[in-house]
């Protein structure tokens, strides 16, 4: 069973709409979550972290956690083209960074 | 401010050469990571540097060494390369280690194919 799962799309939304991006993990003493951006032949970058049940929003961003499920989602609300790339959800499972796991990231579609 | 820098950008190798990732960061970051990312795999974690002076393992260090030069520099050595670490190569810093709230920064990677 892999550590933290993802779908792996694509997932194709029109311009405007709300795409929603889900992520599960298996370690249910996971203490901090986050989502990384990446573009194609990029790196990463960071676009939210959570750490307590509930949302946190940041812009046209909402990182909602679910830690009794397992569970944690990225909302992306007025998507834009520029929006298209993988999503990549990454679950610290201990105290260090060392501990960090990522799913294998959910590629977005933003159509004009 | 270029934050973490990678060298080569690319790479080709054969089958039991050997070779060095370099990785540089500005940042006054103390912990530094190699990750490799494979198709459908995720970014996984090859080893770590919690601090200068320190390395440890991370999820998948069969076939690499490591060193923390000093606190801006850490290398991936690959001794004798197998087609099985053909992969895009990530370098990432973070500015404390056991602080679980901490951010990772990446550099733009290193792809390597190994025939």
């Known amino acids: 069973q892999k550590e933290v799962e993802q779908n792996s799309g694509p997932l194709s939304v029109p311009e405007g709409a709300i795409a929603s991006l889900n992520c599960t993990y298996s370690?249910?003493?996971?203490?901090?979550f986050f989502w990384y951006r990446q573009y194609s032949g990029k790196s990463p970058e960071l676009i939210m972290s959570?750490?307590?049940?509930g949302d946190k929003e940041d812009g046209r961003f909402t990182a909602q956690l679910n830690k009794a499920s397992q569970y944690v989602s990225l909302l992306i609300r007025d998507s834009q083209p520029s929006d298209s790339a993988t999503y990549l959800c990454a679950v610290n499972t201990g105290y260090n960074n060392n501990d960090m796991r990522f799913g294998a990231g959910t590629r977005l579609t933003v159509k004009p | 401010n270029a934050g973490v820098t990678q060298t080569p950008k690319f790479q080709v190798l054969k089958t039991g050469q050997s070779m060095t990732l370099q990785c540089a960061q500005d940042?006054?970051?103390?912990?530094m990571y190699w990750y490799r990312q494979d198709p459908g795999m995720g970014l996984r974690l090859i080893y770590y540097s919690a601090s200068e002076g320190t390395t440890d393992k991370g999820e998948v260090p069969n076939g690499y060494n490591v060193s923390r030069l000093n606190k801006r520099e850490f290398s991936l050595r690959l001794e004798s390369a197998a087609p099985s670490q053909t992969s895009v190569y990530f370098c990432?810093?973070?500015?404390?280690?056991?602080?679980?709230?901490?951010?990772?920064?990446f550099g733009p990677g290193t792809r390597l194919t190994v025939l």
């Open positions: 940042m006054n970051h103390n912990s």
């Open positions: 370690d249910r003493g996971s203490q901090s």
């Open positions: 990432a810093s973070s500015s404390l280690a056991g602080v679980r709230t901490d951010t990772q920064y």
């Open positions: 959570i750490y307590s049940n």
